[in-house]
């Protein structure tokens, strides 16, 4: 008996008029929303949502990378999407944001990005509601715009982490909650991987067993290969909106390949090892990766809230959440 053969993106989206893209993980991953939303606007689709959820890091005065000799930043700020101003409120997890919308001053990089993102309505979801409040929000909007299909984007390998890995993912709570909402909704799902192993969170050949057992199991449903508009447009959005990881994965398109030291998890940074394939997208089928690979995701589906995400992930996966970590960190005493 033949396995069910599942449509690629560009089959599901044919005939479509409009869908939502999230950057699962927080951060600046809504820039690897962009080749996507130009991809579906390409297809023909009207309307396309573009967004992240409420994750960024910050360092004290809000910036996304520090210029503090010995500052790193170590933990994610998750804040209440209710309260960045001004906004527009879509859903009790969801609001719209324009280039003015700020958290007290701090600027998210959907705000940051606002006028320059290929879609149509730019967006910040949040995770305070644990999965579960993420995926109300997520139905109540799908129906009532009548979206049509939804691609979770993301970059490194974070996604696929599995709680056997020799070297624990770091930060993998954030994308799990995401991930566990949008398993709930009845539409067509994607999620893409950009930046093949960029975030430096699993060495290459533990993700490339992850990734062989979702392929394995039917999970792997095709792949987008940056376009040189693509590159223009996301080296656009990083000279807008620094960040360490997001960016390789156009540099990657362009032939900026070998190992290079990430600015991220302590002040040494993190050695990864760039290839070919960081120029690629794979998109997978987020209920195979679920049930075959990243089991956390069924775990933290059921949450209500951040905090029984948190324990879940600490209780069930023997994970440390990334989410209580001190969002930045002094190395160095000052001199003097």
Known sequence: ????????????????????????????????????????????????????????????????LSETWGTAVMGPTLYNVQDLSPAESLEAQIVEVSSESTLEGRVPCESALAETLPGDVIFVAGLTGGSQGLADSLKALVEREGIDLVVGVDIGSDTFYDGKNAMPAK????????????????????????????????????????????????????????????????????????????????????????????????????????????????FFDPKTMAEVNSTGILAIQKSTSLAEAEAIFKEELNQYPESKLHPTIEFFPEEG
């Open 171 to 282: 930060t993998s709570l954030v994308d799990f909650i995401s991930m566990g909402a949008i398993l709930e909704l009845d539409i067509p799902i994607f999620y893409g991987v950009a930046g093949y192993g960029a975030d430096g969170e699993m060495p290459l050949e533990e993700l490339d067993e992850r990734v062989q057992r979702v392929m394995a199991a039917g999970g792997y449903v095709g792949a987008h290969g940056l376009t040189q508009g693509d590159v223009a447009a996301m080296e656009e959005a990083c000279e807008l909106y620094g960040d360490p990881v997001e960016p390789i994965s156009w540099r990657a398109a362009k032939g900026d390949h070998g190992w290079k030291n990430v600015w991220t998890h302590g002040p040494w940074g993190t050695a990864v090892k760039v290839t070919p394939l960081a120029g690629v997208m794979l």
């Open 1 to 64: 008996m033949e396995s069910e053969i599942k449509p690629s993106l560009i089959e599901a989206a044919l005939g479509k008029k409009s869908a939502l893209i999230l950057g699962i993980g927080g951060g600046g991953d809504v820039i690897q929303g962009i080749p996507v939303a130009r991809l579906l606007k390409q297809l023909g689709l009207e309307k396309v949502y573009l967004g992240g959820v409420a994750c960024s890091w910050w360092t004290p005065d809000g910036n996304p």
